[in-house]
C-alpha cells in the first residue's frame, strides 16, 4: 500500500534517525516527507518505530 510519512520533529536526532529508516522504505517528496510502498508488516514495523520519535496517523 503507498504510505504518504509526514512528520514534525523539533529533536535533532530523533528526526534524523526517522529520515534514515524511511529512506529504506521510499522517497523523500520533501524535507519531511515521503512517499513509501510498504506491507503490512512493514508498516507496523514503522509504527512501532516512530513511536520513539513521533506519532503515526493512518488515513
Do not use: P, W
Not at 529504506?24 to 510498504?38: A, D, I, K, M, N
Amino acid at each position: 500500500m503507498l504510505v504518504l510519512v509526514v512528520y514534525d520533529i523539533a529533536d535533532d536526532r530523533r528526526r534524523t534517525g526517522l529520515s534514515d529508516f524511511l529512506e529504506g522504505y521510499g522517497r523523500r517528496v520533501q524535507e519531511s516527507v515521503f512517499e513509501c510502498f510498504l506491507s503490512l508488516n512493514e508498516m507496523q514495523k514503522l509504527h512501532h518505530k516512530d513511536q520513539a520519535a513521533g506519532k503515526v496517523t493512518r488515513r
